[in-house]
């Protein structure tokens, strides 16, 4: 792009003093991850495209569903009726909005199998997850490869972040020890989400990420702040002292890297579904070998990216990195028999 087409897109910002054209030129030579591209992330990841990052690399595990629609703003009825997956929608839309941005979408879970290579040579972790075991691993990932991350949740009208800028502290386990068991907090099912909360949180979180990338750390908020949307109310907690003790970013013990089993199960939030994944995490599905396999299984829609089999009261979506998302199962115990019956692993 030449610097005069430069002057002109991004003139309001460059003319906002503590971006300028040197921030500009570091913005657009910045690399960001975005782990979780739905209401949140699809938000965040627009204001950044707009702004003129340089390259983004946006991973999400789900498919486009109608009842995204209320909130997620990168997505159309069309993707959902296709089923088409988040990451590859959000690109081709991203991609209409600024040609110049580099986006690399990834239909992937993030795992800690996969997360050191999501994450290599990213200036900045962005948080668009929908549950905290997740993000306790991309805080252990950010604190071990020293990557700031902005962590960011949201539910109904409430919405809070925080910025970690590795090797400072503290981190995510400094405020949260670990996460909730299963069942302990509400979830979008529960609680509901307002998308107006997603907005608001997304554009905070674009905010502190301008902030970061164009070098602008004093700006940077090192407290957790909280939103309240409907209660209209704002506040920021101080994190002094927080770090003491932290086995994370204080004794460098990654438990989320670097433990659990291999064999991953998650109950997706928002629907009654459970996804699956394979055994070893270097498997390779050929959808259309299993689309032969299950001919006679019951309905197969076959689309670029998945599989969906749709028998009794189920309805199994399977990717090529072997993964399953299984609609209608009664347990955990009931998604893995299914997925080995029709995958076989």
Known sequence: MSDVTIQNRYS??????????????????????????????????ELLVRAGVGFIRIIDRDIVELVNLQRQTLYTEADAAQGQPKATA????????????????????????????????????LDGVDNLQTRFLINDAAIKHKIPYIFASCLAA????????????????????QPP???????????????????????????????????????????LTTFDLWGNRIHTVSLAGMEKGCPCCGEGQFDYLEGGDNFHMIQCVGRDTIQIHPPTPDIKLDLDALAQRLHD???????????????????????????????????????????TRFVGH
């Open 90 to 125: 959000a690109a081709k839309y991203l991609r209409r909005l600024n040609s110049d941005v580099d986006i690399e979408p990834i239909i992937a879970d993030v795992v800690k199998t996969n997360i050191e290579n999501f994450i290599k040579g990213a200036d900045l972790i």
């Open 297 to 339: 299984a019951g309905r197969l829609i076959r689309t670029d990216y998945t599989l969906k089999l749709t028998v009794a009261n189920h309805e199994l979506t399977f990717f090529t990195d072997g993964r399953a998302l299984i609609t209608g199962a009664n347990s955990a115990e009931q998604a893995h028999a299914l997925y």
């Open 12 to 45: 309001r910002q460059i003319v906002f003093e503590p971006i300028g054209p040197e921030g500009q030129q570091r913005l657009s030579q910045s690399r960001v991850t975005l782990v979780g591209c739905g209401a949140l992330g699809g938000m965040s990841a």
């Open 158 to 177: 409430r919405a809070m972040s925080m910025t970690i800028l590795p090797p400072g502290r503290p981190c995510l386990r400094c405020v949260l020890e």
């Open 181 to 223: 068991a299963p069942g302990e907090i509400e979830t979008a099912e529960t609680a509901g989400i307002l998308g107006p909360t997603a907005a608001l949180l997304a554009a905070f979180e674009a905010g502190e990420a301008m902030k970061l990338l164009t070098g602008n750390l004093p700006a940077v908020n090192r407290g």
